[in-house]
């Protein structure tokens, strides 16, 4: 079993920034995919941007130069740095690992961003 927990959600005003974190413990394979997927209100789930433990990326094409994922594999956590956010970011963000070919999730934290 492996475990999520985010942290870094909140309320900002559009153009600001936010950092969200995830930390996974539990039994994880040291290589694994780690990522941040959102879910607006009455939307599907995206993915967000994902990495590898051995640092290959993948972003969604509309957060490509605003957000960046990083992550140190030490202590098994991701981050996802969100700048110039805009009022649709709004969404509950998830973290994700995918590991010994299973997908595990966070509970998620919500990310507002104000217009």
């Known amino acids: 079993q492996v475990q999520l927990v985010e942290s870094g959600g909140g309320l900002v005003q559009a153009g600001g920034s936010l950092r969200l974190s995830c930390a996974a413990s539990?039994?994880?394979?040291?290589?694994?995919?780690m990522g941040w997927y959102r879910q607006a209100p009455g939307k599907q789930r995206e993915l967000v941007a994902s990495?590898?433990?051995?640092?290959?990326?993948n972003y969604a094409d509309s957060m490509k130069g605003r957000f960046t994922i990083s992550r140190d594999n030490a202590k098994n956590t991701v981050y996802l740095q969100m700048n110039s956010l805009k009022p649709e970011d709004t969404a509950v963000y998830y973290c994700?690992?995918?590991?010994?070919?299973?997908?595990?999730w966070g509970k998620g934290t919500l990310v507002t961003v104000s217009s």
């Open positions: 994700n690992i995918q590991t010994s070919g299973m997908d595990y």
């Open positions: 539990g039994s994880i394979f040291r290589f694994n995919t």
């Open positions: 990495m590898t433990s051995l640092g290959r990326t």
